[in-house]
């Protein structure tokens, strides 16, 4: 019964991991525009500010966007039973939530915020709508690259038959 069990909640883990990855590379890349850095913000938890609390910002940035396709991977798996670019842009809208809700829990937190690093607000909104804007945009951007690349689900929906009408048989 164990290895049953075991199957029934067995997911791609690299795959979503490796997804995740790619996706907060990207998100990297584009939240470069702006001057709210999650990097520096992640990475001053536990060095003074400088290059090497950005390397660590950006490796823990990584990490944590692979972990998140995880949650999107268990989504994959067992809510929607299948994985593809839309899919993960619909999950993507309740990681903007979070997300944007944890940006404006940062000063409660951060020991530096907002005395030397820029508080980023709920959703970026210290920059107005245009950070507003990326932000969605990236979390989007980031749930179309996992659902894309997470691949084939092991849990695939079983089809029904359907009979003439569209009626189920």
Request: proline share 6%; aromatic share 8%.
């Amino acid at each position: 019964m164990g290895g049953a069990r075991g199957e029934e909640f067995a997911m791609n883990i690299r795959r979503a991991f490796l997804a995740g990855v790619l996706g907060g590379v990207v998100m990297a890349v584009l939240g470069k525009v702006v001057p709210v850095q999650l990097e520096t913000i992640l990475g001053t938890f536990f060095l003074p500010r400088g290059v090497g609390a950005w390397v660590l910002g950006l490796v823990l940035h990584l990490l944590i966007s692979g972990a998140i396709a995880l949650l999107y991977g268990l989504g994959f798996e067992r809510i929607t039973h299948r994985a593809t670019a839309g899919i993960g842009v619909v999950f993507s809208i309740l990681h903007v939530v979070i997300g944007g809700l944890a940006f404006g829990a940062l000063p409660a937190i951060h020991p530096l915020i907002p005395e030397q690093i820029r508080a980023p607000g709920a959703f970026m909104s210290s920059i107005g709508f245009g950070g507003v804007l990326l932000f969605v945009i990236e979390h989007i951007v980031y749930g179309a690259i996992v659902g894309q690349l997470y691949g084939r689900v092991r849990h695939p929906r079983e089809s029904m038959p359907v009979a003439p009408m569209g009626r189920p048989a």
